[in-house]
């Protein structure tokens, strides 16, 4: 079986330039580059919606000299990859609050969203997003409306809402948690922990996951 939809933790960015005795902002930069290919890799494997964890709201507490590095990737990704993901067939989507980012890459990010809307597929980047955040906001906002909520009406008021359930999460980078990504949305995908440093995780390592994937049985609470 392949997942409808896949989300991934691209972490290891710092240790890998770290490794090379490179500033971490050359780990975000190899980063970017292969976070490139794996979602060329990812929607070329038949994958309808792929969320990729960018930056949390946590992130936001790192030094400003790499919170610009990022900023100056961010601006480059919208700017060099909406016509190719237009073209592609791919709607771009931003989880996370774009307030707490500087004002022309929320403007960017929209813009982004605007020219590739309508896209059979869906790639959802999360960007000062945190899950717990996301629950505190579609609760605030159930609470305005002042109707209780179900299941259903909440997961659409989430900021994944109108996407596939989430079958595959993967993190790279050695780390085995889930540091505040879809909190909600993660109740039953199945888990995949990398040990490669995302500028290392290939379309090969892709592969493993999805085969270890395939092979996982899905009970959702049955038997
Ligand atoms: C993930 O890589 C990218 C972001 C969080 C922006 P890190 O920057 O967390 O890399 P490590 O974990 O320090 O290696
Ligand atoms: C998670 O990685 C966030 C992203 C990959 C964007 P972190 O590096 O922020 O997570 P922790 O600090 O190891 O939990
Ligand atoms: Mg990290």
């Not at 330039?17 to 292969?34: E, S, T």
């Not at 888990?191 to 379309?203: A, I, Q, R, Y």
Request: net charge positive; with cysteine; aromatic share 8%.
């Amino acid at each position: 079986m392949i997942p409808r939809h896949i989300a991934v933790i691209m972490d290891g960015n710092g240790r890998w330039a770290k490794k090379r005795l490179l500033p971490r902002i050359a780990g975000h930069r190899a980063g970017m580059k292969r976070m490139i290919s794996l979602t060329d890799d990812i929607f070329s494997r038949g994958i309808v919606c792929c969320t990729l964890f960018a930056l949390s709201t946590e992130n936001l507490a790192r030094p400003q000299e790499e919170l610009e590095g990022l900023y100056g990737l961010f601006r480059e990704y919208f700017t060099g990859q909406t016509a190719r993901l237009k073209s592609q067939g791919v709607s771009l989507k931003i989880l996370g609050d774009l307030t707490l980012l500087p004002a022309d890459i929320a403007r960017l990010a929209r813009t982004s969203e605007e020219e590739t809307a309508g896209g059979e597929k869906t790639l959802a980047i999360a960007l000062g997003y945190g899950g717990r955040q996301d629950i505190v906001r579609a609760c605030n906002e159930a609470v305005k409306k002042g109707e209780p909520v179900t299941l259903e009406s909440f997961a659409e008021t989430l900021s994944t809402g109108g996407m596939p359930a989430l079958d595959l999460l993967i993190r790279t980078g050695k780390e085995k948690r889930i540091s505040n990504f879809l909190l909600f949305e993660a109740a039953y995908a199945e888990l995949c922990f990398s040990e490669k440093l995302f500028p290392d995780f290939t379309g090969k390592d892709l592969t493993h996951a999805l085969e270890a994937y395939a092979k996982r049985d899905r009970r959702f609470g049955r038997i």
